[in-house]
């Protein structure tokens, strides 16, 4: 069983920048794939960044890449994996959440985008962009 628990979430002017990190217990966190969503009140969850269990495969959603500046990065030896989020604009206002899937569940090298492929999720985490 793998807890998630997310911080770094705030009110950041448009433009401004934020580093989301998701924080994992449990066994084996380093073998399993996580990834980033995010959920408004008119949009359903939709996968914002994935990345693979070593770091070395990372994905985006078309949505995000062209518009601001984002990594997602991770830190087996800390259990953790942060969002970097640069040139924030109004229409990046959701709640992100932090999600895990076991190595099971994966291909070889594939990164899911789906919300059901994910077994684990964090309580979320409220991020607010201004003018």
């Known amino acids: 069983q793998v807890q998630l628990v997310e911080s770094g979430g705030g009110l950041v002017q448009a433009g401004g920048s934020l580093r989301l990190s998701c924080a994992a217990s449990?066994?084996?966190?380093?073998?399993?794939?996580m990834a980033w969503f995010r959920q408004t009140l008119e949009k359903d969850r939709e996968f914002v960044a994935g990345?693979?269990?070593?770091?070395?495969?990372?994905?985006?959603a078309d949505s995000v890449k062209g518009r601001f500046t984002i990594t997602i990065s991770r830190d087996n030896g800390k259990d953790t994996v942060g969002l970097q989020m640069n040139s924030l604009e109004i229409e990046d206002t959701a709640v992100y959440f932090c999600?895990?899937?076991?190595?099971?569940?994966?291909?070889?090298?594939?990164?899911?985008?789906?919300?059901?492929?994910?077994?684990?999720w964090g309580q979320g985490t409220q991020v607010t962009v201004s003018l």
């Open positions: 990345i693979r269990s070593r770091g070395r495969i990372t994905a985006y």
């Open positions: 449990g066994p084996d966190f380093s073998t399993y794939g």
């Open positions: 999600a895990a899937v076991p190595p099971w569940r994966l291909g070889r090298s594939d990164i899911p985008r789906t919300r059901p492929t994910y077994n684990y």
